[in-house]
């Protein structure tokens, strides 16, 4: 596949605070990617830093081969939608709408008109006047009636209500199925995204831990369940992520399991089951436990 976005040894300071740190990977052309992480960890940032809304401390970003920028090339290709949109005062809903016409070349105004219906929109509202919820509609509706190349989408839908929110998604990859594009997602909302993301990249304190593939991510932890004793026998000298005990009970999730190894585990009684996403990179980010247990 083609890389479409291309970030080297990318970094950002404010001040004293480095709020992105010596970052490097790629995006492949016509993926939906998670970018992933806790409050604070630098995904806006770098994601303005791709976007060419804020220029980079040290290393370079390319998007379509080229500087983001004052790139009117290349803006003209990326759309970016995020939760803290800014629009003029006097602009309301069907003012954004047609904006957005203008500005994205692949704009199709069926696809908003559907939106607009399935988000009950109010595009004669003032946009200061809506709702968190009624503002995330419309940004939502211009995010994907652009159909651009490149799509950054940085937690624009998490003022949309549960039954909102699965409307997107299932719009998003129904759209994305029958023109396909590269969506980039920001979101805390991990476990509702997950099914979407084909490629999971998790920022913490500024640095890149994760660069996977989602399937292959999600294969990588396993939490076990059994007797405490039996739990501990099995998981002596293995990489843990986390431990609980309840009396005699004990779960542990353990990373690197062969299929051989849930084998053995199941023969010595305890219960093997998979780790969300969302589980696997909170434990990774979130005061996990990392140590090796004793026999």
């Known amino acids: 596949m083609t890389a479409i976005v291309e970030a080297q040894g990318l970094t950002k300071r404010f001040g004293k605070v480095t709020a992105v740190n010596d970052v490097t990977f790629t995006l492949d052309e016509g993926a939906i990617h998670g970018l992933l992480g806790r409050n604070g960890a630098g995904k806006t940032t770098l994601m303005h830093v791709m976007t060419g809304q804020d220029f980079a401390t040290e290393g370079h970003v390319r998007i379509f081969g080229e500087s983001p920028v004052e790139n009117a090339a290349v803006l003209g290709r990326t759309c970016f939608i995020k939760e803290s949109q800014v629009y ?85 990859l129904e759209d994305y199925l ?21 490629r999971v990249l998790v920022i913490d304190k500024g640095e890149l831990v994760i660069d996977a593939d989602a399937d292959s991510l999600r294969a990588t932890a396993t939490t ?42 199941a023969s010595a009684g305890l219960e093997t089951t998979p780790v969300s996403l969302q589980e696997l990179i909170v434990r990774r980010t979130g005061g996990a436990v990392t140590e090796e247990v004793s026999a």
């Open 224 to 265: 076990l369940v059994g007797k405490a004793s039996d739990v501990e026998r099995f998981a002596a000298g293995r990489e843990v992520l986390d431990r609980t005990a309840i009396g005699a009970i004990a779960s542990v999730t353990l990373t690197g399991l062969s299929e051989q190894d849930k084998r053995e585990a």
């Open 178 to 198: 029958e023109h396909p594009r590269t969506f980039v997602l920001s979101t805390h909302l991990i476990d509702e995204a997950a099914p979407l993301l084909q």
């Open 88 to 172: 003029p005062d006097d602009f309301r809903g069907k003012h954004v709408l047609r904006a957005a016409r203008w500005f994205y070349p692949h704009w199709n105004d069926a696809l908003a008109q559907r939106l607009v219906d399935t988000f009950q929109a109010p595009l004669d509202r003032k946009m200061k006047k809506m709702s968190r919820g009624q503002r995330s509609a419309v940004g939502v509706i211009v995010a994907l009636a652009s159909r651009a190349e490149l799509t950054f989408l940085d937690e624009p839908y998490a003022g949309l209500d549960a039954v909102a929110r699965k409307h997107f998604y299932d719009l998003l």
